[in-house]
């Protein structure tokens, strides 16, 4: 039989924390407001998510190139208050 075989649920509500909103604000800033990433942000399902849990930044979705996936992580890397960057963007076969 074909299909899922099984599904973990992995769904977690991350905690409230003003300093995790500004790191998640300066993210998207960085990444949509760059020349190069603008694009990115004017389809209707953002292809770029930001994740942020104390102080630890994630990035996950889908760019057209590497350069994007690359850019988006050096965009984020030096921002004040983040302690590690995951770059986990995928580069879309389309």
Known sequence: MN???KLENRIEVLPL???????RIAAY?????HPALNRCG????LPIHIL???GDLELSGLVS???DRNLAGV???NIAGVHSVKNSLVISKD
Not at 29 to 33: K, V
Not at 42 to 45: P, Q, R
Request: proline share 0%; net charge negative; aromatic share 4%.
């Open 65 to 67: 190139t590497e350069l």
């Open 75 to 77: 965009q984020v890397n």
């Open 3 to 5: 299909g899922v075989e």
């Open 42 to 45: 004017l389809n209707v399902m």
């Open 52 to 54: 942020v849990k104390n």
């Open 29 to 33: 800033q960085a990444i949509y407001g």
């Open 17 to 23: 924390s003003a300093q995790d909103d500004r790191i």
